[in-house]
Structures are given as structure tokens and as C-alpha cells.
């Protein structure tokens, strides 16, 4: 006979540990920042409403009539989430959210904690799905006490009720019954975060970031991009990439160019990629792809990592010689560009190997501007434009002798007479009065605006003079986290320049925009600032340490570890002399984080064993296994204990049923179960087991005709 077949219906109110555990829940769903405003209301209410009337609760919440309707609401709600076109799992977590509200509302009498632990479990598995939150963790500690907790409380509720003894329910709740369940608890937690550090890295999630918001840039990175859509992204403050330096000099700020795409064509209107065709590059990324010619050339490492951004754009310092990171696909466009596929609304994070060049002046005037084979077209070609931007391009490399210099001439000139703002005063692409298209009025005007006018004009001006010149954007500049050592990027360091090409020193990088209201100026921070400092660096942290530890973090684990041990084991081949430095070589392995990983997750598991396996024993040995043997013998004679019997109730009845003998050894058996139940340290003989099946053998094989519900 099951414990199930024991339950009764429990009438009293919840324990408070009930709503601990449900907001708890609730709160990993809030921080995601994904549920409908109406969803977080009617959960909100619905708590604050319920824990108020805990043990008087209205007459409404007991009629299922109304609860059924309040379902039907939730599930419309829930379908209308759907069809917005959002993903199913964010209509999923308004449906959890929402329907854990109404079954805490619900005050008719229950069974079990079931169904509220099953939703609140559910809420947490979308979240950890929704969110990569420092938050996240503490919020899932808790959780998992008050989940356990409530367990606990409603098993010996329920239990108390079932055995006829709820008035002495409060001896139960004992001292030794709170640090049982915290230390289970706790090593739960710790199980888990050992089997999160072993286990093999699945490939996604339910859903890869938070999909629910925007995306970080909505526009400007993707193959085709509007004149003017850079200036807009600049006004966002959030952070766009976090940048760490792992080989090589720091690059200075001033100095930091974090290519994303190059663009060939302008119609006037809009820049674009020709042809906007994507390769797959070959390889995993997971194992590291290579993108150029010999490790040589790589002279700066740099662990990136990108938040959600359009077209899955990964950005980078320099030419790209290769890729390692959470990229499930990489692809490359025919200008160069990278994109992790399908990742666009992810954050991602990658370690880059770059060669920087910069040429000099003097080796550029050497050198001359030619296009790539069988790019010139694509790279010279130009929208309609008035005679006079071509006189104006004339007129300021009037004194340039080489290439270098008409190209140096375009770019200082447009850095010495414009006017740098986010707001240009001429924006509107087409004018009654005046139908030349926005970089016309720009050159031929005020050379006012930002930083697309200023690099847009350069490229029509070096193309007037037959200078193979493109449109790169990305971001430039930053500011060092003063707290973690990294720079970050926001999308007000959104940027473009102008790259020309050489025969010999390939593309250049010109930067014709106006510096002094373009970079944001270097102030003291302020104690604000620094908490803002202080929450990225632990937010980037959580990210690099449990959020993105992946497949490509074990394998280098294990290969250092790997690398340790082979070490260590040369070492055993010298001679004694030498035994101070092996015992150095071990200290120095076990300082390691796989080292400790290793011993950790080790004790972890024989821990977790020998615990088991005790209260396994334990329970096998004890007056609980005794008491469901003694029931499982008697219902083969045909007594069985009903749902709604209590303990004593159905021992009465095994005295009516037979002999002297077994009822008293059955009674004795009955209270080392009920004494053992609820906390006490039971008076238990190891023999009375033995003394019941003795004297239920002689008994007659049918018992006497009590009210007892008979065996089929």
C-alpha cells in the first residue's frame, strides 16, 4: 500500500513557507523582465491577496466556479501572448505566472503541495531559460529551502490528521527536523553545482537571451543599412561589448576601432553589402576556427563579450587570424565581416586573435590605391551627385601628390571645418526645395552632423577621385571598468570610418569625423558610476564563470589538468632529491580551479553516497519499514487499511480481527511508527517485527468479520 493511498484532505492554511517559496519563483520570472505588465499584477495581487486572508480566507475562493473562470482568463490571456508573435516560452512563463496566482487563491481543502511545487518549479526552469542574471542563483538557493521546507511541513501535517494527533503536530517541528532539512538542502545545492561543472555543455536553451525586449541595436548592423540609422543608435546608453585583453598591448582608447561591416554600395539612401551573400567559415567555432595565414601575425588576443545585436554582428580590432567562442555557426561575409548565425538576439562571447597594422605615411605615398581584383566597380561606383561635390574633392587635394596624400587631404579637411552633432540640421532625405540627397547638403553645406555624414562624404569624395574607398561601422572608443580592468563599449561609442585600399598595404583606416564632441570626456566617477562599475564586472563575471562555461572551458580544464598530471608524472622519474619540488608541483596543480574542481566534486559524490546509503539503511532498518511490512502481511489476510483510517483506528481493528498475540504485537509496531513520525526517538526492539510474523503465523488464515474494507 502506497503512501498516497493514505493522504487526507488538509483544510488549514498553507505554512508561511509556502509563499516564501512563490514569490521566490516569481521573482526569477520578474527579473527577466519578460512577463506581460498584466501577468506580474494579477501574481502580485493574487500573493498579497491570499497571505492576507490566509486563515480566513472569502467565500469566492472556495467556489469553483469562479476559480474556473479566472483559468479561462489566464488561458486567453495566455493565447493572446502567443499570437502576438512572441516565442512560445514567454507565453508559457505569463501562463505559469499567472495560474500559480490563482492556485494560491484557491482555499478549497487539498491533498497535497503538489501541484503549487510543480508550478513554482516550472517558473524557475523558464527562468533559468530567460535570463542569465546574477540575481538568478541566490534566488534559486532560496528557493530550493522553502520548496523543502514546505514539503516537510505539509508530509507531517497531513500525516498528523491522517494518525488523529494534529494537536501535537508542534512537537514534530523540532530543532534537529530544521538543520536536517537545511543541510539536505544545502547539499543539494552543492551536488548541483558540481554535476553543473562536470556535465557535459548542451548546445541551447529554450530560448537564447532575452528575446522578449529589443535587441541592443535595432538597426544599423545587418547588411543594409539607412543613411542616418547610426546617428539613432547612438542615443542608447546600454552596453554593448565588454572587452578583455589576454595577449598583446592594450589597445588605447583612442586608438580602439572594433570593426563590425564593411559597406561597398551607396544609392543616395542606403549603404549595402554587394553581393549580401554569406559563406559558412569551416570548423567549430567551439574548438577554434582559423581565419588568415600564420599564427605569426597575430600579435593581440581579446575575449569579447557581445550582447544581443542585429544580424548576429561579431566585432573585432584589427584582421581577424581566429575565432573561439559560443558561436554555434560562423559566416563571413565578401567585405570581411563576421556574423555568429541565428544568434542575433544572444549574448555571445568569443576570444579573437588579431593582426594590427598601421602603416606609416611615408610607406602609403610609396604604395598607390587600387581595388581588389574584380572589385572595382563595386568600390568606385556613385549615386548621381551635383558637379560641385566632385569640384569640392578637386579643390581639396589641389596640392596632394600621391594617393596617401589626397587621401590624408579629404580626411583632415572634413575633421577641420565639420561640426560633429547627433542632430545634423539637414536629416530629411528628400526636400521639396532642394532635391539633392542629405550627403549633398552635407558636403556642399555646413558639414554639420555625425559620424556616418563625415565618413559617408569621404568615401563619394575619394571615389570622385578614383580612391577605392568603403563605409565601415562599428564602435570606437570606450571606457575602462574601473572595478574589473575591462573595457566597455555602449552603443552611444557607435561608429563609422572610411577604409581605403593599396596595393600593398591593403585597407587603411581614415577617420574623418570631428573628435572633440564625438569621444564622451574622462571624468572622476562618481559613487553612482562606481556601483555601476561594480555591477558590470560582477554581471561579466557571472557570465564568463557559470552562465557561458561551456564545452570549450571544460575542454581546457581538462587539458590543463591533463598537461599538470603529465607533468607531475615526469617528475616521479628524478631522483629524491627532487621530492620538495614534486610536493611544489602538486600544491601548485591543486591551486589550480580544476585542481580543486576535481577534489571537489569527488568528495562531493562519496559524500552523497555514504549519506544515501546510511538513510537507506536507516530506513530499512527502522520502525516505519517495519510498520509497511506488518500492513503489507495483513492485507494478504485480507484487513486492509482505508485511505481516511487513522494509525490507532486500524490497529483497533487488527484487535478485533485476531488473536491477542498479533494485536499487541502490531500495536506495539503502530507506535514506533507514529512515535518515529512525528520526531520522537522511538523505544524500537528489533525484534518485535519478528514476534508480529510468529504470531500472525499461527493465527487462523482467515480473520474474524470485522468493518474493515477486505482484500479483492
Not at 552562465?547 to 631522483?575: E, H, I, T, Y
Request: contains cysteine.
Amino acid at each position: 500500500m502506497s503512501r498516497t493511498d493514505f493522504r487526507v484532505a488538509v483544510h488549514e492554511p498553507r505554512p508561511p513557507s509556502a509563499w516564501v517559496m512563490v514569490t521566490v519563483a516569481s521573482a526569477t520570472l520578474w527579473i527577466t523582465e519578460q512577463l506581460e505588465p498584466w501577468a506580474i499584477a494579477a501574481q502580485t495581487a493574487a500573493i498579497l491577496l491570499s497571505l492576507w486572508r490566509r486563515k480566513n480566507p472569502f467565500a469566492w475562493q472556495s467556489n469553483p466556479w469562479l476559480l474556473n473562470v479566472g483559468m479561462i482568463a489566464i488561458v486567453t490571456g495566455t493565447i493572446a501572448v502567443a499570437l502576438g508573435g512572441g516565442p512560445s516560452t514567454i507565453a508559457l512563463a505569463n501562463f505559469a505566472a499567472s495560474t500559480q496566482g490563482l492556485q494560491l487563491i484557491d482555499a478549497r481543502p487539498r491533498r497535497t503541495e503538489f501541484l503549487l511545487v510543480v508550478l513554482a518549479l516550472f517558473q524557475v526552469v523558464l527562468a533559468a531559460n530567460l535570463t542569465d542574471s546574477v540575481f538568478f542563483t541566490p534566488l534559486l538557493v532560496l528557493f530550493v529551502f522553502a520548496t523543502v521546507w514546505t514539503l516537510v511541513v505539509h508530509t507531517l501535517r497531513s500525516e498528523a490528521l491522517e494518525a488523529g494527533q494534529s494537536a501535537e503536530l508542534s512537537r514534530a517541528f523540532t530543532p534537529g527536523l530544521l538543520r536536517t532539512t537545511l543541510w539536505a538542502s544545502a547539499l543539494s545545492v552543492i551536488l548541483a553545482m558540481l554535476l553543473f561543472v562536470m556535465l557535459p555543455r548542451l548546445r541551447s536553451s529554450v530560448v537564447q537571451g532575452p528575446v522578449g525586449g529589443p535587441s541592443v541595436a535595432t538597426a544599423g548592423f545587418s547588411d543594409r543599412v539607412e543613411f542616418g540609422a547610426l546617428g539613432r543608435i547612438r542615443q542608447d546608453p546600454r552596453v554593448v561589448l565588454r572587452v578583455e585583453t589576454l595577449e598583446g598591448d592594450p589597445v588605447p582608447i583612442t586608438e580602439a576601432y572594433y570593426r563590425g561591416l564593411a559597406f561597398d554600395h551607396f544609392d543616395g539612401k542606403s549603404w549595402s553589402i554587394t553581393p549580401p551573400n554569406r559563406t559558412r567559415v569551416p570548423g567549430t567555432a567551439e574548438g577554434g576556427v582559423s581565419l588568415g595565414p600564420t599564427p605569426e601575425t597575430v600579435d593581440l588576443v581579446q575575449r569579447i563579450v557581445r550582447e544581443p545585436v542585429e544580424a548576429g554582428v561579431l566585432f573585432r580590432v584589427g584582421e581577424p587570424r581566429g575565432v573561439q567562442g559560443t558561436i554555434r555557426r560562423l559566416e563571413r561575409d565578401v567585405s570581411g565581416g563576421l556574423y555568429a548565425a541565428n544568434q542575433s538576439q544572444s549574448r555571445v562571447r568569443y576570444t579573437v586573435r588579431s593582426w594590427r597594422t598601421r602603416p606609416s605615411l611615408d610607406a602609403l605615398r610609396e604604395d598607390r590605391a587600387v581595388a581588389p581584383r574584380g572589385r572595382a566597380a563595386r568600390l568606385l561606383s556613385l549615386p548621381p551627385l551635383a558637379p560641385e561635390v566632385e569640384a569640392l574633392a578637386r579643390r581639396i587635394v589641389a596640392e596632394a601628390a600621391t594617393d596617401a596624400d589626397r587621401a590624408r587631404a579629404i580626411e583632415s579637411y572634413l575633421v577641420r571645418e565639420g561640426l560633429y552633432t547627433d542632430d545634423p540640421p539637414e536629416s530629411q532625405p528628400e526636400r521639396q526645395d532642394d532635391p539633392r540627397s542629405p550627403v549633398e547638403r552635407f558636403l556642399l553645406g555646413e558639414l554639420a552632423g555625425h559620424c556616418e555624414y563625415f565618413a559617408s562624404g569621404m568615401v563619394l569624395l575619394a571615389r570622385e577621385l578614383e580612391l577605392p574607398a568603403r563605409l565601415v561601422n562599428g564602435f570606437a572608443g570606450g571606457r575602462t571598468n574601473a572595478i574589473g580592468g575591462f573595457v566597455e563599449l555602449t552603443q552611444s561609442d557607435a561608429h563609422a570610418w572610411v577604409e581605403i585600399h593599396y596595393a600593398d598595404a591593403g585597407w587603411v583606416r581614415y577617420d574623418p569625423t570631428p573628435p572633440d564632441l564625438r569621444a564622451a570626456p574622462i571624468a572622476e566617477l562618481s559613487l553612482r558610476e562606481r556601483m555601476r562599475d561594480l555591477a558590470s564586472a560582477m554581471e561579466l563575471w557571472w557570465f564568463q564563470r557559470v552562465v557561458g562555461f561551456d564545452r570549450s572551458d571544460q575542454m581546457n580544464a581538462m587539458r590543463r589538468a591533463w598537461l599538470a598530471w603529465r607533468a607531475r608524472s615526469k617528475d616521479g622519474s628524478r631522483p629524491k632529491a627532487r621530492a620538495k619540488g614534486q610536493a611544489n608541483a602538486w600544491r601548485d596543480v591543486f591551486e589550480r580551479r580544476e585542481g580543486l574542481v576535481a577534489a571537489g566534486a569527488l568528495a562531493g559524490i562519496l559524500a552523497c553516497g555514504v549519506w544515501l546509503w546510511r538513510r537507506r539503511q536507516r530506513q530499512h532498518r527502522g520502525p516505519h519499514a517495519r510498520y509497511e511490512r506488518a500492513l503489507r502481511l495483513l492485507a494478504r489476510r485480507g484487513v486492509v487499511r482505508a485511505p481516511e483510517q487513522s494509525a490507532r483506528a486500524y490497529a483497533e481493528t487488527v484487535t478485533v480481527a485476531f488473536p491477542r498475540e498479533v494485536a499487541d504485537a502490531f500495536a506495539r509496531l503502530t507506535e514506533e511508527y507514529l512515535a518515529e513520525r512525528f520526531g520522537e526517538r522511538p523505544d524500537a526492539a528489533a525484534d518485535t517485527l519478528q514476534r508480529f510474523e510468529a504470531a500472525l503465523g499461527q493465527a487462523p488464515r482467515t480473520a474474524r468479520s470485522t468493518n474493515a474494507p477486505r482484500a479483492s
